[in-house]
């Protein structure tokens, strides 16, 4: 059964990453650079400024560089510890992908840190700025999805290592705001 799911996942990414195309290159490969997400943090950090004070923003910032640092360890534990190759240094697959990226990354996928660390602060922020910011969990669970889909468009990453790495930021983005809200509560935010 694992093995029929494994293949499923194979063709699924196929068809998906054969549906690049140059034209969208620069626009994927844009998205999958965490730096470029910048901006958004940036609004982030006003936001949070704006609705919480020094003081909350000063817990947000530190809750989430801990959301980040276990996603991202977490992901690194899991990638080494299953040890499924990237699509782009499995010879079956990479033969027939396209591989956007001028390198394919390290070699074991399983699951995707930049899924988890797009979807931890989408829903952390979400559960945050409930009923205080409108619209902004529909704009940060987008730009989630968006950078979640870039890595299986650049080539780097199954289906299965995203929606992994998405479920995982969001329960650990979800976990670290409640932790948050606690800490607020703790000191009078």
């Given amino acids: 059964m694992l093995e029929q799911l494994l293949q499923y996942d194979k063709e699924l990414f196929l068809f998906l ?9 620069a626009f994927w490969m844009f998205m999958t650079t965490t730096r470029n997400s910048a901006p958004l943090y940036l609004l982030l ?11 909350g923003t000063g817990i947000i910032l530190i809750s989430i560089a801990l959301l980040i640092t276990c996603t991202d360890q977490l992901s690194n534990f899991f990638k080494y510890g299953i040890g499924r190759l990237r699509p782009c240094h499995e010879p079956e697959v990479s033969s027939t992908m396209r591989l956007v990226k001028s390198y394919c990354g390290g070699q074991f996928g399983y699951f995707s840190a930049h899924a988890a660390n797009s979807f931890g602060p989408a829903i952390f922020f979400t559960v945050m700025f409930r009923n ?13 999805c968006v950078v979640a889909y870039s890595r299986i468009y650049i080539g780097v990453h199954y289906p299965l290592d995203v929606v992994t790495g998405a479920l995982v930021g969001s ?12 800490a607020f509560q703790k000191t009078g935010v």
């Avoid at 990453?17 to 290159?25: A, F, Q, S």
């Avoid at 205080?132 to 989630?144: D, E, Q």
Wanted: aromatic share 26%; charged share 15%; hydrophobic share 55%.
């Fill in 17 to 25: 990453n054969g549906l690049g195309t140059e034209t969208w290159d």
């Fill in 45 to 55: 950090l006003y936001l949070s400024y704006r609705n919480f004070g020094w003081k």
């Fill in 132 to 144: 205080k910011v409108k619209y902004i969990s529909w704009v940060l669970l987008l730009w989630a």
């Fill in 171 to 182: 329960l650990f983005g979800w976990l670290w705001a409640k932790l948050a809200i606690f």
